[in-house]
């Protein structure tokens, strides 16, 4: 695909603003860069589970959006991530795309860490909610949500997201939508989910 770009803008595509990385132990959790995302499609590809995008798509992430998109750095492999960006028309909102922790790095709480970290950064403060679909058999995905919604005092309900037959021809379990809400934090969190796990 070429690149579209106007006289006054310069000759690569641009990136986000640097949010501030924050190391914690070996890892670094810092924004993504363009430089991330040949390894975010391999750390999707190694996932399994997770839909594999092209790189192109995560490069778009790595630019565009670099300043919700999260990458844990452990040496010089990636371990991690979080894909997100602010949907049109819920600007206070994030949709969470995709996130990740690699095999090696899992049941540590780096996948917690990984969306605290992006929703206390900079260029999210105004943040109240994020969203993101969960097939139901992903059990690991959901936990890792209802941790997050308990560590933000926040309600959690789950509404309809996308269902098989929007995916068409493909084989697609329903993605049902979390809702992930601290305008308005309870003091008992409040889970409330209807999948099957
Ligand atoms: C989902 C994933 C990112 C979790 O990463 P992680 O670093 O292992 O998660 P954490 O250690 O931060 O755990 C967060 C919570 O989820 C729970 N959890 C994590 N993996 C779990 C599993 N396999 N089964 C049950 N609960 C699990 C943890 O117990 C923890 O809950 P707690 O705070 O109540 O104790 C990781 O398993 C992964 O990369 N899976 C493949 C990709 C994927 O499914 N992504 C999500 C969809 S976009």
Redesign the pocket.
């Known amino acids: 695909m070429s690149e579209l770009r106007t006289a006054s803008e310069s000759k690569t595509v641009p990136e986000s603003p640097r949010n501030s990385p924050v190391r914690e132990g070996s890892i670094l959790l810092r924004s993504a860069r363009r430089s991330d995302a040949a390894a975010i499609e391999q750390l999707v590809s190694r996932?399994?589970?997770?839909d594999h995008n092209s790189c192109y798509a995560y490069l778009l992430l790595c630019t565009h959006f670099a300043d919700s998109c999260v990458v844990a750095e452990r040496g010089d492999a990636i371990v991690?991530f979080v894909t997100a960006y602010r949907p049109p028309g819920r600007p206070r909102s994030l949709f969470?795309?995709?996130?990740?922790?690699?095999?090696s790095?899992?049941?540590?709480?780096?996948?917690?860490?990984?969306l605290k970290h992006l929703v206390t950064q900079p260029t999210c403060q105004d943040i109240v909610a994020i969203q993101?679909t969960?097939s139901p058999s992903?059990?690991?995905?959901r936990?890792?949500f209802?941790?997050?919604a308990?560590?933000q005092r926040a309600r959690c309900v789950e509404e309809t997201g996308f269902e098989p037959a929007d995916f068409g021809k493909d084989s697609h379990e329903a993605e049902p939508l979390l809702v992930i809400d601290w305008s308005a934090p309870t003091p008992t969190p409040h889970v409330s989910f209807t999948g099957k796990s």
Do not use: P
């Not at 969470?96 to 095999?103: C, G, H, K, L, N």
């Not at 992903?138 to 995905?141: D, E, G, Q, V, Y």
């Open positions: 996932s399994g589970v997770l991690g969470v795309w995709q996130v990740a922790v690699d095999a790095a899992r049941g540590q709480g780096l996948g917690l860490r990984l993101a969960v992903n059990l690991a995905s936990r890792l209802e941790s997050f308990r560590h």
